[in-house]
């Protein structure tokens, strides 16, 4: 009984459009309540939930990403995009996916990627003549791209989950992540060969070379952050301060673009921020909770493995499951509900647990960019100032890209877990 009530609070809450982390409270305490069991549980799992030293890295990342945005990153990451690869037909639609994948090696947070890249894209793109929906369907998908090139903070929750290493796992998701931007890009160059996009002159390599210069700080963030976690020199949260610091130099007295005056905000901004995915992170910890001790997970394991032991149907069924789920819920909500019981799963078939936490986690950026709690989706129409659907339509290209990708990593474990095992022996 207390478990249906757990379930149908928490679908109830969804449907309706409580805030993710509302709900789980919601229905988490409904749960306690019904049990008999006393609501002091709630807070103390909440706390065991956000009392993992790795999580403070979060706030960390965050804080670096947003000190970057503001101190004059995205125009000049943007510009050197462009002078890549704006000259190819529909060349401010490979400049958009270039600039979401070197941007969201900084970022680590697709909603970051969508509203920075989007705020200048997409106006840009709009007044060259390309089709609006088509401009906030490309930033939409390539946005995904940015929690899988590290650093990520879905790699973080998923490393404090299971033990792996975040420094394994940020590498996981190098190869993928370049995967995934390529493809986009080979789809973006088809519809607009097949639609006759504009194109730009080729500005020479001077402009290359200048433009490289001025987001080479930029850029040598991502470089900063994986030295220090593969060099053993720091732990991922110190990596965050570093990057911080990092970011307030160049944003304040390289860049010039960030007023120390500004800073403050900054910070309290990012704590927001912060403090709203901790939160999810503790209410999602409950939830986790009683679903572990109504064996919730063993129960989908057994049934998943009453259907089929085969390691390849298993791999299926969980992209299924993952790519259902990433249409209803906020991704690290998921993970956390779901990782723990479906990586018993994985491990059962044989299927090494780095490979699985990538395609998972891949898998629900993509739930990212599909409706109907599809957050980029939402904040690239609202920026091309759009009704939903036209958006949802404009994006099943890239979707269906992104899925094929997500196929090839989750049925190829070399693409996730060959550069770890390089790197980190």
């Known amino acids: 009984m207390e478990v249906w009530v757990l379930f149908g609070i928490f679908v109830g809450g969804l449907v309706v459009g409580i805030p993710v982390a509302v709900t789980l409270g919601l229905s988490s305490l409904g749960y306690l309540l019904l049990a008999g069991i006393p609501p002091v549980v709630m807070p103390q799992k909440m706390y065991a939930g956000m009392d993992v030293f790795v999580l403070l890295s979060i706030p960390g990342f965050i804080l670096a990403g947003n000190l970057m945005n503001q101190g004059g990153i995205t125009n000049r990451i943007v510009r050197f995009a462009n002078a890549l690869v704006g000259w190819i037909r529909g060349g401010l639609g490979l400049t958009n996916i270039a600039a979401s994948m070197l941007f969201g090696g900084i970022t680590g947070t697709a909603v970051a990627d969508a509203a920075s890249i989007g705020g200048v894209m997409i106006p840009g793109m709009k007044k060259a003549g390309y089709p609006a929906d088509y401009s906030a369907a490309v930033t939409a998908a390539s946005s995904t791209v940015g929690p899988i090139i590290p650093p990520s903070v879905p790699m973080i929750i998923v490393g404090a989950l299971s033990g792996i290493s975040v420094g394994k796992m940020f590498l996981a998701g190098a190869v993928p992540g370049i995967l995934m931007g390529l493809a986009m890009m080979v789809t973006a160059y088809v519809i607009a060969r097949r639609k006759n996009f504009p194109r730009q002159p080729w500005q020479g390599f001077g402009e290359v070379a200048r433009s490289f210069g001025g987001a080479i700080w930029a850029i040598a963030m991502t470089f900063l952050i994986i030295y220090g976690l593969l060099s053993g020199l720091a732990t991922p949260t110190e990596t965050a301060v570093v990057a911080s610091v990092y970011a307030v130099i160049v944003g304040c007295f390289v860049y010039r673009d960030l007023p120390l005056a500004r800073v403050p905000k900054v910070i309290v901004d990012s704590a927001v ?66 990782f723990v019981p479906l990586l018993s799963l994985a491990q059962a078939v044989g299927i090494d647990p780095l490979h699985f936490a990538t395609f998972a986690v891949l898998n629900l950026m993509i739930g990212l960019t599909t409706p109907p709690v599809g957050v980029c989706l939402f904040v690239c129409a609202g920026i091309a100032r759009l009704p939903l659907t036209p958006v949802v339509i404009a994006i099943l290209p890239f979707l269906a890209t992104n899925i094929a990708v997500l196929l090839l990593v989750s049925y190829v474990p070399a693409i996730a877990t060959w550069l770890p095992s390089v790197l980190i022996p």
């Open 273 to 338: 921020a912060s403090a709203g995915i901790l939160a999810l992170v503790g209410f999602a910890n409950v939830f986790g909770w009683i679903l572990v001790s109504e064996r919730i997970p063993q129960a989908i394991a057994q049934g998943v493995l009453s259907i089929t032991d085969n390691k390849f149907l298993v791999i299926l069924i969980i992209n299924l499951l993952l790519l259902f789920v990433g249409m209803f819920m906020e991704t690290i909500a998921a993970l956390i509900i779901l």
